[in-house]
């Protein structure tokens, strides 16, 4: 009886967990849905109810139409562009940080991580204004460096990579200096291979937050030339009238990237996100 009671409560308790997940899964991916669904409809807001929009035509030009007007294009490689650099630029500037912390011992060490953190705690709206001011004594206005440059190394990238790299051992990079090898050799030859976990995990939100991100770039640039994607959808808006079947297009051409990475590097995000949860 006690083993069937047992069991009988295992059994509960997955499939209140199941029930719980799957409402959650739906919930994240009910927005998408609705994009997809609206962007395949030529004037969506002509129906009332979700069963018209279901039982509508579908068509295609709103993404042929969406891709070929107002600079789609411009917009598109613009933030592919920013997105790309500066992810690189985390990856590597973030690694030296993180190492550093992690491994090395200075004066004032201690002092600067907690820098490090209490930055995180600060809100981005907080630096627009005096961000703003240095970027125009830079002269960096309506440029590609100002929506890169103050972006190429975050806290919290530090903050991960020296999460990550106090949960390795560090026999092999004592090995490797008892062998003549120098810090660089062990930073991109030792300590990046075995990050590449965690560096996956560092790229994707990077790329993620950058290619989303709308209130520097909307603040930093005035001109068609540099506006990214998210600027360059929010003044479609304006110009369509509201037109959402091709702001839908447009919103789902731009999510194909994030989509792609996420398939392409899903093995390594879960390992990133799992490694270091347990130390032997």
Not at 24 to 44: D, K, Q, T, Y
Not at 153 to 159: E, N
């Amino acid at each position: 009886m006690e083993i069937l009671n047992s069991v009988s409560g295992q059994v509960i308790k997955r499939t209140l967990i199941f029930c719980l997940l799957t409402l959650v899964a739906i919930g994240m991916v009910f927005p998408m849905a609705w994009m997809l669904l609206v962007s395949f409809r030529e004037n969506p807001e002509q129906y009332s109810s979700f069963m018209e929009l279901i039982k509508a035509p579908w068509v295609v030009f709103n993404y042929s139409e969406a891709w070929t007007s107002d600079n789609f294009l411009r917009y598109f490689l613009n933030s592919l562009l920013i997105a790309s650099v500066v992810t690189a630029g985390n990856i590597v500037f973030c690694l030296w940080a993180g190492y550093a912390f992690a491994r090395r011992r200075f004066k004032g060490r201690a002092l600067m991580f907690a820098l490090v953190i209490g930055v995180l705690m600060i809100p981005q709206q907080v630096i627009m204004i005096p961000l703003y001011r240095l970027m125009a004594e830079f002269g960096w206005i309506n440029t590609y460096a100002s929506l890169i440059v103050p972006w190429l190394v975050t806290p919290f990238g530090i903050f991960l990579v020296r999460q990550y790299l106090v949960s390795l051992p560090s026999e092999i990079e004592d090995a490797a200096r008892t062998d003549g090898a120098g810090e660089w050799y062990i930073l991109f030859r030792i300590v990046m291979p075995l990050s590449k976990p965690i560096l996956t995990v560092l790229a994707i939100y990077i790329f993620l937050s950058n290619w989303n991100s709308f209130l520097f770039p909307f603040l930093f640039v005035n001109d068609e030339a540099h506006r990214t994607l998210p600027v360059g959808l929010a003044f479609y808006l304006g110009k369509q009238s509201i037109d959402w079947g091709h702001l839908m297009a447009g919103a789902s051409i731009s999510a194909i990237p994030i989509i792609l990475l996420f398939i392409l590097f899903q093995k390594r995000i879960i390992e990133g996100l799992t490694a270091g949860a347990l130390k032997e």
